[in-house]
């Protein structure tokens, strides 16, 4: 079942909207902040995920009152940027040309209305998420935000109420690749060569910083948020002071980017802080000396 008024669709979502922070109601029950499968920004599938993904299986509504755009009952990859299979989902355009996406839905629990109506209200059932799309057998909901002017997808944890605690998330080790590709840990290691480093802190499978940032000498050199992932000749980057791809993002299976820094000769204090939605912060300092 598709609806013949399909838009070409494009990634996007400005945070700043007639000068203030829009926001949605939660798509389906509120849910706890630290119980999510996947998170915005997290590594998954040899992609940036863009979306928030929920454990279970739950009655979907519409976060907002829109239009309805698409619908798919089936896997397909008309719309490159989608880098995951959404499977059965509900596509929904809203004012300032925001969208909002509803994938992984119950192909045999779609509403009979949503195929021939133009529009829904807020809080309208959209069906119930299922088990359609590329989920590793998990029912829950994937849920994304886009606005097709910026070419931004939007962590959609920043446009709901937020309920519950954090996962907790540690700092981890801290690693530097310099322009050789060599890594250099810094447990162990506290001479290096000036020059231009690539900077890694170890992951996790589940806790994601909402804000990292790296200083030297007390001077802010790098600054990542994962409130927006920009889109850039058709693939999604994390936007810091350059725009970085998967590939950098997450080099291994073990580490994440923190930015590229350039180390200057003398005694260097270069120092890390990852910050949580709920601006929890965790640092640490290295004192280093580099010739």
Known sequence: MKKMKIVALALATSLAISGGLFAFNWPQ??????SFKSYFGEFRGGTINSSL?????AQIKAADTGNVLLVLSDHTNSFGWFESTLGTAIILGHEDQRETVYANLDDEKLPSYISSTDTVTEGTVLGVSGNSGWQDGISGLEFQVLDTKSSIAVNPRMLVSKSGAELPFKMGYITLDDEN???HNLINERYLRAGTYYIYK?????AMPFRTLVSINGATVERINYDTLKDKSGRLCVVGASMYPVEL???DSNRMLLGKIALPSGHV???VTIINIQNEADSVTYNLEVN
């Open 181 to 183: 590709g060599v890594t």
């Open 29 to 34: 029950e509120e849910t706890s902040s630290d």
């Open 249 to 251: 993002m997450y080099p």
């Open 53 to 57: 993904i929920f454990k279970d299986s």
């Open 269 to 271: 204090g270069l120092s």
């Open 202 to 206: 170890s992951r996790t499978d589940a």
